[in-house]
Antibody, heavy 114, light 106 residues
Framework: QVQLQESGPGLVKPSETLSLTCDVS??????????WVWIRQPPGKGLEWIGV???????FYNPSLESRVTISVDTSRNQFSLKLASVTASDTAMYYC??????WGQGTMVTVSS | EIVLTQSPEFQSVTPKEKVTITCRAS??????LHWYQQRPDQSPKLVIR???RSISGVPSRFSGSGSGTDFTLTISGLEAEDAATYYC?????????FGPGTKVEI
């Protein structure tokens, strides 16, 4: 059964870079043709799509975040990652990694604060 | 960017009632329209994909319909466990986007 698990610091200082990793188990990134996605949800608000990476490394990002976002894939570790630069308090959110549309991780809360 | 709007924003219902949530897209999304249920403090859960495809493990009271730009999620015979916020989501082209959500209270 496929499982996705986010990991990374729960607290990031303003202007620094948020870095998260999603470990995939029960599925092989390199042997599948799935979309590996990051989505976030600020406290009490709706869902925001951040971007996607394919096994080839091809990416597409939300235009509103594109200048600060990098999503990458490490097929040798069967994981994919999110980096969000120059964070502010508005980047405080629950961050989810997702396979396609159907399989979500449990999410990891990231707070931006000094 | 395709903008998704949902109505109503909030719905208060009684058990066994039928609930209908509408999602309208600013452009044709074909079959790339999906519905999620999110209970408090939980990850979103896919309840309908590709407009009307049912999901294994999701009760049959959940159904989806629509085409082009107008879509509907129907919950027939609401149960207490269905209290949640429901989001529509499109994956027809980039960037993928979400509707603002509909909160269903029982």
């Amino acid at each position: 059964q496929v499982q996705l698990q986010e990991s990374g610091p729960g607290l990031v200082k303003p202007s620094e870079t948020l870095s998260l990793t999603c470990d995939v188990s029960g599925d092989s990134i390199v042997n599948s043709n799935h979309y590996w996605v990051w989505i976030r949800q600020p406290p009490g608000k709706g869902l925001e799509w951040i971007g996607v990476v394919r096994k080839s490394g091809n990416t597409f990002y939300n235009p509103s975040l594109e200048s600060r976002v990098t999503i990458s894939v490490d097929t040798s570790r069967n994981q994919f990652s999110l980096k969000l630069a120059s964070v502010t308090a508005s980047d405080t959110a629950m961050y989810y990694c997702v396979r396609n549309v159907e399989k979500w991780g449990q999410g990891t809360m990231v707070t931006v604060s000094s | 960017e395709i903008v998704l709007t949902q109505s109503p924003e909030f719905q208060s219902v009684t058990p066994k009632e039928k609930v209908t949530i509408t999602c309208r897209a600013s452009q044709n999304v074909g079959t790339g329209l999906h519905w999620y249920q999110q209970r408090p403090d939980q990850s979103p859960k896919l309840v309908i994909r590709d407009v009307s495809r049912s999901i294994s493990g999701v009760p049959s009271r959940f159904s989806g319909s629509g085409s082009g730009t107008d879509f509907t999620l129907t919950i027939s015979g609401l149960e207490a466990e269905d209290a949640a916020t429901y989001y529509c989501h499109h994956s027809s082209n980039y960037p993928w986007t979400f509707g603002p959500g509909t909160k269903v209270e029982i």
